[in-house]
């Protein structure tokens, strides 16, 4: 589903206009370490993070046949693969959280500036009109 979602958004990055895929890039690191901030406060006020497993299962799905070597001709039943994520809970020391976060809190600080002047370097090289 995930991968349905940024095919289609796929078209709209391509009419971004040079300026904003420039002020797009700027700011990508500072996005990122923000969510991290994010997420590493939320596993340190619940006590435990978050992990996300990706599983199979088998599935039951229709199959058009062909003349193939199944011997089936027309609809069939097939079995598939699906796969699917699963939330599980994982202990985290507290402590290295905490210092995981001041961390990124500096990194954020670092980038933050970095990303003021690439945002102004972007803002002279494409001017808006």
Known sequence: MRRLALLLLLPLAACAT???????????DLRVVGALIVETEQNIAR???????????PRLTYCWGGRG?????????????ETYTVDRPVAIDLDEERAKLATLKRKYAELKKRSALDLAACAVNYPET
């Open 18 to 28: 040079p300026r904003e895929r420039c002020d797009r890039a700027a700011t990508e």
């Open 47 to 57: 006590g435990y993070a978050i992990q996300q497993e990706v599983r199979e299962r």
């Open 69 to 81: 070597g199944d011997g089936h001709f027309g609809y069939a039943f097939c079995n598939d693969t």
